[in-house]
């Protein structure tokens, strides 16, 4: 089974911190993401990569930064921590696009 | 942009059928699928349909796809407390090459 692996299950940082979240998969795969999930809107795609050393925006990047620099590896970066960053964040990864994605088990970020 | 859209909250008694609803805009979706999240976990694929079908059928689910109304739904025959969970629609469209999630609905299994 692929499986993706979030470092943290829960983190709690101080406001104006730099966070770093980090997402593994150890299936080859070529597309990651990283979504944050909040009550009542559902998943928001914050950015997204399909190939090592390359990133897109998604839907809110602002505030955030991503790292690509092994296939296998996506860090989701917070520059400068706030409170309306605290999230269920979640990564996820496919074969190939439009292929159902894979799940990490989620990181609950707290933000004080 | 493209939107996906789903009733909040379904709650059903166990042993029924629960049906839940979908409705999505974009025109060139390709893939449309349902994930299952329960409680302090990540999603999980639980089936996907292609555009061209109109029915798949994978053991107690039963996904129903009408193209014209652009809906969706996911029919879960013999409903167990374990179906207990939050699910989400998405579509995967051809033209923007992403995936749009809808907000999610609570299922509710009442024993």
């Known amino acids: 089974d692929v499986k993706v692996t979030q470092s943290s299950r829960y983190l709690v940082k101080r406001t104006g911190e730099k966070v770093f979240l980090e997402c593994v998969q150890d299936?080859?795969?070529?597309?990651m993401f990283w979504y944050r999930q909040d009550p009542g809107l559902g998943l928001r795609l914050i950015y997204f990569?399909?190939?090592?050393?390359?990133?897109e925006k998604g839907d809110i990047p602002e505030g955030y930064s991503v790292s690509r620099e092994k296939k296998e590896r996506f860090s989701l970066i917070l520059e400068s921590a706030s409170t309306n960053q605290t999230s269920m964040y979640l990564c996820?990864?496919?074969?190939?696009?439009?292929?159902?994605?894979?799940f990490g088990s989620g990181t609950r970020l707290t933000v004080v | 942009g493209e939107d996906v859209e789903q009733s909040l909250f379904l709650s059903v008694r166990e042993g029924d059928s629960s049906v839940i609803n979908c409705t999505y805009t974009?025109?060139?979706?390709?893939?449309l699928y349902w994930y299952k999240q329960e409680p302090g976990a990540g999603l999980q694929l639980l089936t996907y349909?292609?555009?061209?079908?109109d029915m798949k059928q994978d053991q107690r689910l039963t996904v129903l796809l009408n193209k014209k109304d652009k809906h969706l739904s996911l029919r879960i025959a013999d409903t167990q407390t374990g179906d207990s969970a939050i699910y989400f629609c998405?579509?995967?469209?051809?033209?923007?090459?992403?995936?749009?999630f809808g907000t999610g609905t609570k299922l509710q299994v009442i024993p």
């Open positions: 996820a990864s496919s074969f190939r696009r439009g292929q159902g994605y894979t």
């Open positions: 299936m080859d795969h070529e597309n």
């Open positions: 974009d025109s060139s979706s390709t893939y």
């Open positions: 990569s399909y190939d090592v050393k390359m990133k």
């Open positions: 349909i292609f555009s061209n079908m």
């Open positions: 998405a579509d995967f469209s051809g033209g923007y090459q992403k995936v749009t």
